[in-house]
């Protein structure tokens, strides 16, 4: 049985009153991920509003922070500041330059804010892309080996994880060794489609392989009851 703040829910509606009746409906401990479609349409205001409802909720901020190093540095003190996240991630094909600026900048403002560091997280290949998609775009290795190199540079870099499909966890558990944590999104619950998703698999498949969290998107939100999905993740695994 796992615990449910390994579960983490994408908070991708396009009503943010719904949102605020989702969060308030779950029972459970688990992360909310605030992503790029809900923060440019409600921005730290709508995290703010959210946070009216469950002042003490854990905070997934999936903004995949992507730029030059010194803007990703700018960018990360006033997220900290008015947010202050439990995660946050970065695209590790962003380089060494700007993980390490990250890491830093991260580690000096945790510091100065007297905050909990948030973990640092490393965005690698997307779970919508398939090796077909690598190939179109001129990347012609294995998908898994795209994975595993930007996994060691996050981990070199001092990123504490990466995001990646559960069909890859296993073997980056194996190589960068089990307190490297990984973030699994393409989760799929059975009876359900794939949505945009080209990797996907069951909660029990991604925590067998290995994934400390969890992101569970449709199958969630669109949810009924959705404290019974919640229920039954952790009762099955």
């Known amino acids: 049985m796992i615990k449910s703040n390994k579960i983490i829910c994408a908070l991708d509606l396009p009503d943010l009153e719904d949102i605020k009746r989702l969060v308030y409906s779950i029972e459970y401990d ?11 349409n409600f ?19 999936d903004l995949k922070l992507h730029d030059i190093p010194n ?14 996240p439990d995660i946050l991630t970065i695209h590790a094909s962003g380089g060494r330059k700007m993980i390490e600026e990250a ?50 540079l996050s981990k070199n870099s001092g990123l504490d994880g990466i995001v990646c499909s559960a069909l890859e966890t296993r073997n980056v558990k194996k190589k960068l060794g089990n307190n490297f944590k990984i973030i699994t999104p393409g989760i799929r619950i059975l009876n359900s489609n794939n949505q945009d998703q080209a990797r996907v698999v069951t909660p029990k498949e991604a925590f067998n392989n290995g994934s400390d969290y969890i992101v569970m998107g449709r199958a969630l939100i669109s949810a009924e009851e959705p404290n019974k ?9």
């Open 43 to 61: 921005g730290m205001k709508g995290i703010e509003e959210v946070k009216k409802i469950k002042p003490n909720c854990k905070i997934f901020l």
């Open 229 to 237: 999905v919640i229920e039954k993740i952790i009762s099955e695994v």
């Open 30 to 40: 688990i992360l909310y991920k605030f992503g790029m479609e809900f923060f440019y």
């Open 71 to 84: 803007t990703v540095k700018r960018s990360i003190p006033p997220l900290l500041k008015k947010i202050n």
């Open 103 to 152: 890491v830093k900048i991260t580690n000096e403002t945790s510091l100065e804010l007297d905050i909990k560091r948030p973990l640092l997280i490393g965005v690698t290949i997307l779970t919508s892309l398939s090796q077909g998609d690598l190939i179109e775009m001129g990347l012609n290795e294995k998908l898994e080996n795209y994975v595993l190199n930007y996994a060691k």
